[in-house]
């Protein structure tokens, strides 16, 4: 399951849909979040492993994979990503067969090697296994550092890699005739559902016929290969054992892993389980209106989003609004910095909303987005589609497909699908069509890109005693929790944590994260999940508080600024910039910098040319502390600027604070005054 909002879910009316809705029925995932301790090396701990239920490669097969992989060695060669801030990795590739059976063909595997910097670390490194399938893991780890990779630096190294036919890894799997006509179809409003079936079956088989004369064979894009591929990467590295964390995909591929390669596996953590024998085809729809479900009566509860209507009820009719009126909004590339006018209709709107379903992140803010367009206010709605944009890179759609169709359409049975269809709610006739074969239709996706036969015990529950931590999320609408009950029931030494106000993906972040390395200390002991108990979903209830905490950082102007900053809000490039991100249109921002005189111009263009708000002529005013600032603000769209800007020892200083019109007040008590009173820069 594709862990983040990205890749084949693009911004593209009726073509979103083919893909956002195949991407839930097949099972594909968003997008893409401890303490101190030395950590403990627990190889001796280690129980004895059976693994039972497949018919896996034996005889003159496993004994030839065996030696391939005994035989794998490790090239040390560039990264060809941007490393996280504070990492140097040792990046290189490792050589794996095409197809593990025969032995023949090779492709390389890239990989990233984080040392950690804790002086006795763990000897058992941990190695992330990306969701999709079809995510890349190295081009996106700057966007995790802070929630998965420095916390588990925190114990031992970590390994981050791109699976076959993903990201920097070999072969090039992307399918660029799909987003192409993507591209198309957004400048094409009202065409029919057979129509663009046509065209998205034509770009697939397009993709595959390229794809094969590249040489390339797709059929050798399964699981059980792709855990071949993992084992390989550790006899490389040279790790006795490892630790598997799996988010998503990745938690089949973990599984897979602890099937075909068990000596090699300390512990398991499978977050957002997908286990090999569950029919993701059937059950899909049914657990994405769940979701759908369990937000609606989420809002229902709480009084300020009850108060604006029932949430449902109100989705359903902009769906239709759009569907009837389409509407055409400029959507951003944020890393690129190009643009374009895409056209939003209905099936848009549910292509937003099946991506949102994924994380609190996004879905807390679908009261907001629900009220804009009743206003007729496409802003919020450019924001989820470009933000859906940004993440198109960092996903291969032929990867994807490959893989889905190898090994999962293949189990399902159409009769049994159109008879567990749930009725559509937003009258899109497309919505929920995948039993029938047309656009919409996992078995029309893969008979026009085509399916392998998949390796015998493919689809058979995996049977271990590895230490297992299983987790989920009680919002998720792709990889339910009841989902992660059926994988727990096969691991005989599993403990089950659900994160009761999550969705999709629940270790990234500071609690889940602290039960990962809970349980990596200590994968006997049952880990306290108790942090969870804490959480909330909050829609439009109030903003919350700020708690404050010391800091300090060079400036690079000949000077070192002091004060607080806001305990726990995301840091950005700039060293002194902040930003709290509880949701997605969360527009909170935070600046405090000291420099030269270039700031003045930095910090009017950021704001007029970034956020739209010009500034007004301002005035000096005292400020905490007996020190005299200069002050301006300004609106613009909802949206307040607070600014003041002084010289301390010889360096102008500027705090700014830029936040929705409603908390300014409660921002500048909680943040801006302490901030201003702390404030000091001395020259270094």
Not at 114 to 142: I, K, W
Not at 346 to 370: C, K, M, N, R
Not at 493 to 518: K, Q, T, W
Not at 625 to 645: C, F, I, P, S
Request: glycine fraction near 10%.
């Amino acid at each position: 399951m594709r862990q983040s909002p990205s890749g084949a879910a693009g911004p593209s009316a009726r073509f979103l849909l083919l893909l956002a809705v195949f991407a839930l029925v097949a099972a594909a995932c968003a997008p893409i979040f401890g303490d101190d301790d030395e950590g403990a090396d627990g190889g001796d701990d280690t129980p004895s492993t059976q693994v039972d239920g497949a018919d896996t490669d034996t005889g003159d097969a496993a004994e030839a994979v065996e030696q391939v992989v005994v035989d794998a060695r490790f090239v040390d060669g560039p990264c060809g990503f941007e490393a996280p801030l504070d990492t140097s990795p040792r990046c290189g590739t490792v050589a794996v067969p095409v197809d593990w059976a025969t032995g023949e063909g090779s492709i390389e595997i890239a990989v990233a090697v984080f040392s950690s910097p804790v002086a006795n670390p763990a000897a058992d490194p941990v190695v992330y296994l990306e969701g999709g399938p079809g995510g890349h893991a190295l081009e996106t780890a700057r966007f995790v550092n802070g929630d998965l990779i420095q916390p588990l630096l925190e114990r031992g190294d970590l390994i981050l890699l791109d699976q076959r036919g993903a990201g920097l890894s070999e072969p090039d799997m992307s399918c660029d005739e799909v987003t192409a006509l993507q591209r198309e179809l957004e400048d094409s409003p009202g065409q029919s559902n057979d129509e663009v079936t046509e065209l998205f079956h034509e770009s697939l088989r397009d993709c595959r016929a390229r794809l094969e004369a590249e040489g390339i064979d797709l059929d050798a894009f399964h699981t059980v290969n792709n855990a071949h591929d993992i084992e390989a990467v550790r006899i490389a590295l040279g790790y006795e054992q490892w630790n598997l964390l799996g988010i998503s995909y990745g938690t089949k591929l973990a599984l897979e892993v602890m099937r075909q390669h068990p000596d090699g596996v300390r512990t398991a953590i499978i977050d957002s389980v997908f286990p090999q024998a569950v029919d993701s085809v059937r059950d899909n729809p049914q657990t994405f209106l769940n979701s759908f479900d369990a937000v609606v009566a989420a809002c229902a509860a709480e009084p300020a989003c009850a108060a604006e209507g029932d949430l449902g009820q109100r989705l359903i009719d902009v769906v239709q609004t759009f569907e009837a009126d389409p509407v055409q909004v400029e959507v951003q590339d944020f890393l690129s910095g190009t643009s374009d006018d895409v056209f939003v209709e209905g099936d848009t709107i549910v292509g937003i909303l099946t991506q949102a379903l994924y994380s609190p992140y996004w879905f807390t803010d679908l009261p907001e987005l629900v009220a804009e367009l009743e206003d007729g206010d496409t802003d919020a709605v450019a924001s989820y589609l470009s933000q859906q944009r940004t993440n198109e890179p960092f996903f291969t759609d032929g990867m994807f497909y490959a893989i889905e169709c190898n090994e999962e359409i293949v189990f399902a049975d159409p009769a049994e699908v159109a008879a567990a269809m749930p009725a559509d709610p937003f009258g899109l006739d497309e919505t929920f069509d995948f039993a029938s074969n047309n656009g919409s239709s996992a078995f029309g996706t893969c008979e026009a890109f085509g399916a392998g036969t998949p390796p015998a015990g493919s689809n058979d529950a995996v049977v271990s005693d590895i230490p297992t931590l299983v987790m989920a999320g009680e919002f998720d609408p792709v990889t339910p929790v009841s989902w992660a009950e059926e994988a727990a029931e096969t691991l005989e030494n599993s403990f089950l944590v659900v994160a009761p106000f999550d969705s999709h993906g629940v270790s990234p972040g500071e609690c889940g994260m602290g039960i990962v390395r809970s349980f990596l200390d200590d994968p006997a002991t049952e880990p306290d999940a108790s942090c969870f108990d804490d959480g909330a979903v909050t829609f439009l209830g109030a903003p919350p508080a700020v708690d404050l905490e010391d800091f300090s950082y060079d400036t690079g102007f000949g000077a070192e600024l002091t004060g607080v900053r806001p305990s726990g809000w995301e840091q950005g490039d700039l060293l002194g910039d902040f930003y709290r991100q509880e949701s997605l249109l969360d527009s909170t921002l935070f600046f405090q910098l000291a420099g030269n005189d270039n700031l003045a111009p930095l910090v009017d263009d950021y704001l007029a040319g970034v956020i739209g708000i010009t500034l007004d002529e301002g005035a000096r005013v005292p400020g905490p502390g007996g020190r005299a600032w200069n002050y301006r603000q300004g609106t613009n769209d909802g949206l307040a600027a607070e600014v003041y800007d002084t010289t301390i020892n010889g360096f102008p200083v500027y705090v700014l604070l830029v936040t929705a019109e409603p908390e300014v007040e409660q921002q500048i008590d909680d943040l801006l005054l302490p901030v201003l009173a702390a404030i000091d820069v001395q020259p270094l």
